[in-house]
Nanobody, 116 residues
């Protein structure tokens, strides 16, 4: 399983970025995809998840600002990040849950930096 995340970068507070995560090497169905993030000096935290049926969970710190979606056909997840704040700065990791697997698979991460 390989997860290729992209779309990170530097933006100012109030700006927007859209992350993408393309999954490959998967030969069974994807049940869900998601994003975690890790800010400097802090623990990794869940940002959002989306199931293959379109059900989403958005964590409180980003609720109302971030939108997660998934293209089942392309095995790609997206994270639209709006109204970004400096505290959104961190490395964002894509994860995928596969049918028949007992764990989530992780990608390498993409860096998001929000300046004040």
């Amino acid at each position: 399983v390989q997860l290729q995340a992209s779309g990170g970068g530097l933006t100012q507070a109030g700006g927007s970025l859209k992350l993408s995560c393309a999954a490959s090497g998967i030969y069974s169905s994807i049940t869900a995809m998601g994003w975690y993030r890790q800010a400097p000096g802090k623990q990794r935290e869940l940002v959002a998840t989306v199931t293959n049926h379109g059900r989403t969970i958005i964590e409180d710190p980003v609720k109302g600002r971030f939108i997660i979606s998934m293209d089942n056909t392309k095995k790609t997840a997206f994270l639209q990040m709006n109204a970004l704040k400096p505290e959104d700065t961190g490395v964002y990791y894509c994860v995928v849950d596969i049918a028949g697997s007992d764990r989530w698979f992780w990608g390498q991460g993409t860096l998001v930096t929000v300046s004040s």
